[in-house]
């Protein structure tokens, strides 16, 4: 099975928190998450490797994510405000750094 | 920094004919990786072809090409005999060696119509 997201659509108000859950394709041990929208495209948020953060781009700390033991990742959007109206994508790739990401059907978050 | 341009924002075609996506980059690191996806309504990512930055040969795999060319940072994708179905917007993207990390250029939405 290919990488897994949920929920499917959320629908959020200005101040609540959200978090999205990905599991990855099985195997695979890094789990990378974006951010798409119309203005700034497809951006990338943070990825995880062993349970470990291992890399982070450009986001506010309203942004955090952490990874499970068997790989499953969450990422947590806390305070929201309507510019995190998004698709979220999370990619999954295995242990080897030349490996290639998969991606999962994505969760839209609108922000009301 | 690294940054991934696809200067066709639409392109349209007719059922058949060959079509081209232009993308170029920018990197200063010495091993990179480029991808195309492709992103169909439905909204998931699907990974198309994958070159490293030693590996200059092009290849045809299918109904898609590709022509990696380091000279002019140049990373461009053809799809011959173009279907309905390839509708969707493509997108470009880079990986500097190791990091993970892809960025993506803008996307060419194409649309093949019948």
């Known amino acids: 099975t290919g990488v897994t997201q949920s929920p499917t659509h959320l629908i959020k108000t200005r101040g609540q928190q959200v978090t999205l859950s990905c599991s990855p394709i099985s195997g695979h041990r890094s789990v990378s998450w974006y951010q798409q929208t119309p203005g700034q495209g497809l951006q990338f948020l943070f990825e995880?490797?062993?349970?470990?953060?291992?890399n982070k781009g450009n986001f506010p700390g309203r942004f955090s994510g952490r990874q499970f033991s068997n790989s499953r990742s969450e990422m947590n959007v806390s305070t929201l405000e309507l510019g995190d109206s998004a698709l979220y994508l999370c990619?999954?790739?295995?242990?080897?750094?030349?490996?290639?990401?998969?991606f999962g059907p994505g969760t839209r978050l609108t922000v009301l | 920094a690294q940054k991934v341009t696809q200067a066709q924002t639409e392109i349209s075609v007719v059922e058949k004919e060959d079509v081209t996506l232009d993308c170029v980059y920018e990197t200063r690191d010495t091993t990179y990786y480029l991808f195309w996806y492709k992103q169909p309504p439905s909204g998931e990512l699907v990974f198309l072809i994958r070159r490293n930055s030693f590996d200059e040969q092009n290849e045809i795999s299918g109904r898609y090409s590709w022509n990696f060319q380091k000279s002019t940072s140049s990373f461009n994708f053809t799809i011959t005999a173009s279907q309905v179905v390839d509708s969707a917007v493509y997108f470009c993207?880079?990986?500097?060696?190791?990091?993970?990390?892809?960025?993506f250029g803008k996307g060419t939405k194409l649309t093949v119509n019948p």
């Open positions: 995880y490797f062993s349970e470990t953060q291992r």
């Open positions: 993207a880079l990986e500097q060696g190791g990091s993970e990390k892809l960025v």
């Open positions: 990619a999954s790739s295995s242990t080897d750094h030349t490996d290639t990401q998969y």
